[in-house]
């Protein structure tokens, strides 16, 4: 008898020892994940499909192929996406009533990658029904909305995500980003904005938030840009601040994102063109041809930094435009606009917005002397490359405030 007693708390020791282990080993994936050596985590997740349908598991391994995806410079695999596919349909079947705030949060950002928005709302309803104050879930469900073009129910949990807490990162920047950027011709709002932002610059949080950061400085430039069109000396007003600014932050930073490259030249095209939304554009009297050659090296610098981008094309398509390279203009036009399919940074109304605004550039051009048939080609290549197309956005576009020159210049194109 003695003998069984010892035998079964041997039993009980090495299965607790195992899942101290197994917990362990997820935690460490985990951590591989958040750094983004997903090969590592990859390796440590395998080796523990002894227990296939285990919750903590079956949330690590959404992660994993989750982040994959999401990963700017990475391509959506389709496999991988089969995969979070099927773990989410075990744990809606085997776990749905038995999950945490993390695990609710983890499933939503993986059926957003899989482009499931119903049913990440579907997860987010569930999760705000027991936390409904936290900040973070309110963020996330203002993002789900938006990508089903539903903005008002969107800006409604983006703003109370940010009223919640006005100290974290991920509510005030969705309460800048899209709520308050919709106004943002406005002279008022773009202080509200700056002032926020410089909030967010003195949080202890943004010290290891490097994708903030940039994200920050990104949206500062675009502000930047928009003040220097009401100084007398606009391109010495975008040099001495808005580029000065990136300069700076770029020397003692090392930048992970393609976009402060990015809008480094896009300063720099704005100081030869007045530049409206990427569409409106006419070149200025001190038009000076070395401030094109500065912004290629940035584009340069962005597209090595992530290939997927579509803007290093889009912005390269207006320098070749307005140097009378028409048909290097287009070739870039066009890899711009099949990089906005696969980008994983855009969706919804932005997608197509920046879809819109590439399209438009190629109709530009058909009027100039250029190669007609290639401009052909490339429409008939493009399923949605037609007016009716564009038309047919144009209520959506409504929505969202933009520049009054831009819209003139969508419904003169459209008539």
Same mark, same amino acid.
């Given at each position: 008898?003695?003998?069984?007693?010892?035998?079964?708390?041997?039993?009980?020791?090495?299965?607790?020892?195992?899942?101290?282990?197994?917990?362990?080993?997820?935690?460490?994936?985990?951590?591989?994940?958040?750094?983004?050596?997903?090969?590592?985590?990859?390796?440590?997740?395998?080796?523990?499909?002894?227990?296939?349908?285990?919750?903590?598991?079956?949330?690590?391994?959404?992660?994993?192929?989750?982040?994959?995806?999401?990963?700017?410079?990475?391509?959506?695999?389709? @496999? &991988? #996406? $089969?995969?979070? !596919?099927?773990?989410?349909?075990? /744990?809606?079947?085997?776990?749905?009533?038995?999950?945490? %705030?993390?695990?609710?949060?983890?499933?939503?950002?993986?059926?957003?990658?899989?482009?499931?928005?119903?049913?990440?709302?579907?997860?987010?309803?569930?999760?705000?029904?027991?936390?409904?104050?936290?900040?973070?879930?309110?963020?996330?469900?203002?993002?789900?909305?938006?990508?089903?073009?539903?903005?008002?129910?969107?800006?409604?949990?983006?703003?109370?995500?940010?009223?919640?807490?006005?100290?974290?990162?991920?509510?005030?920047?969705?309460?800048?980003?899209?709520?308050?950027?919709?106004?943002?011709?406005?002279?008022?709002?773009?202080?509200?904005?700056?002032?926020?932002?410089?909030?967010?610059?003195?949080? @202890? &949080? #943004? $010290?290891?938030? !490097?994708?903030?950061?940039?994200? /920050?400085?990104?949206?500062?430039?675009?502000?930047?840009? %928009?003040?220097?069109?009401?100084?007398?000396?606009?391109?010495?007003?975008?040099?001495?601040?808005?580029?000065?600014?990136?300069?700076?932050?770029?020397?003692?930073?090392?930048?992970?994102?393609?976009?402060?490259?990015?809008?480094?030249?896009?300063?720099?095209?704005?100081?030869?063109?007045?530049?409206?939304?990427?569409?409106?554009?006419?070149?200025?009297?001190?038009?000076?041809?070395?401030?094109?050659?500065?912004?290629?090296?940035?584009?340069?610098?962005?597209?090595?930094?992530?290939?997927?981008?579509?803007?290093?094309?889009?912005?390269?398509?207006?320098?070749?435009?307005?140097?009378?390279?028409?048909?290097?203009?287009?070739?870039?036009?066009?890899?711009?606009?099949?990089?906005?399919?696969?980008?994983?940074?855009?969706?919804?109304?932005?997608?197509?917005?920046?879809?819109?605004?590439?399209?438009?550039?190629?109709?530009?051009?058909?009027?100039?002397?250029?190669?007609?048939?290639?401009?052909?080609?490339?429409?008939?290549?493009?399923?949605?490359?037609?007016?009716?197309?564009?038309?047919?956005?144009?209520?959506?576009?409504?929505?969202?405030?933009?520049?009054?020159?831009?819209?003139?210049?969508?419904?003169?194109?459209?008539?």
């Amino acid at each position: 008898m003695k003998k069984i007693f010892i035998a079964i708390l041997l039993i009980i020791f090495f299965i607790g020892i195992f899942y101290f282990l197994f917990d362990f080993l997820i935690k460490k994936a985990n951590n591989y994940i958040g750094k983004s050596e997903f090969v590592k985590a990859e390796k440590i997740i395998n080796k523990l499909s002894v227990l296939p349908n285990n919750k903590k598991l079956l949330i690590a391994k959404c992660l994993l192929y989750g982040a994959k995806n999401h990963a700017s410079f990475s391509e959506n695999s389709e @496999e &991988d #996406i $089969l995969k979070i !596919q099927k773990i989410l349909a075990i /744990i809606d079947k085997k776990y749905l009533g038995k999950l945490s %705030l993390y695990d609710y949060k983890i499933l939503s950002f993986c059926s957003d990658v899989t482009k499931d928005y119903n049913r990440t709302i579907k997860y987010l309803g569930l999760a705000l029904k027991k936390w409904p104050d936290d900040a973070e879930l309110n963020s996330f469900m203002g993002l789900a909305y938006d990508s089903i073009y539903n903005f008002q129910e969107a800006k409604k949990y983006y703003t109370k995500s940010y009223m919640l807490d006005k100290n974290n990162l991920t509510a005030s920047w969705y309460y800048v980003g899209r709520v308050l950027y919709q106004d943002i011709y406005k002279e008022d709002t773009r202080k509200l904005i700056h002032s926020i932002l410089n909030y967010m610059l003195n949080s @202890e &949080d #943004i $010290l290891y938030n !490097q994708e903030m950061k940039e994200k /920050i400085y990104d949206t500062r430039n675009r502000i930047c840009l %928009l003040d220097a069109q009401n100084q007398k000396n606009q391109n010495s007003y975008v040099k001495d601040f808005c580029i000065k600014d990136l300069e700076l932050f770029s020397k003692n930073n090392i930048i992970r994102y393609s976009w402060i490259y990015n809008d480094l030249a896009f300063s720099y095209i704005s100081l030869n063109l007045e530049l409206n939304e990427l569409l409106y554009t006419t070149k200025k009297d001190n038009f000076d041809k070395k401030y094109f050659e500065l912004a290629k090296s940035y584009l340069d610098q962005a597209n090595k930094i992530d290939p997927s981008d579509f803007m290093p094309y889009l912005l390269n398509g207006i320098i070749f435009e307005y140097d009378n390279d028409y048909s290097s203009a287009l070739e870039y036009f066009w890899r711009a606009y099949k990089s906005t399919k696969t980008f994983s940074l855009l969706r919804g109304f932005d997608r197509d917005f920046y879809q819109i605004a590439i399209l438009l550039n190629i109709l530009k051009i058909i009027n100039q002397p250029t190669d007609i048939k290639m401009v052909e080609n490339l429409i008939n290549d493009n399923d949605k490359g037609t007016l009716e197309y564009i038309q047919s956005k144009l209520d959506i576009l409504k929505v969202r405030h933009m520049s009054p020159d831009l819209f003139k210049l969508i419904q003169a194109i459209n008539r």
